[in-house]
């Protein structure tokens, strides 16, 4: 496994494991992030990336990147 802020713009990939705290692996889940479900990553910036969740683009800084696993 390895974090989402290691997949290039253009992949998309499958959510394998989510960490953190109850409070954001369920603030991730109401954006659509939930296990076994696909991500694919628009666009990177410094870390910081746009994508495509369940037909909606959602941003996340690095640090919540970092506890989406695939």
């Keep these: 496994m390895m974090p989402l802020t290691m997949v290039k713009a253009g992949e998309t990939v499958t959510i394998r494991k989510i960490t953190g705290k ?3 692996r369920l603030h991730l889940a109401e954006l659509g ?7 694919t990553v628009v666009s990177e ?3 910081n990336l746009i994508l495509r969740v369940k037909d909606s683009r959602v941003a996340l800084d690095k640090t919540m990147a970092n506890r ?3």
């Design 45 to 47: 910036i410094a870390g």
């Design 22 to 24: 109850d409070e954001i």
């Design 68 to 70: 989406i696993m695939i």
């Design 33 to 39: 992030f939930v296990v076994d479900g696909t991500v």
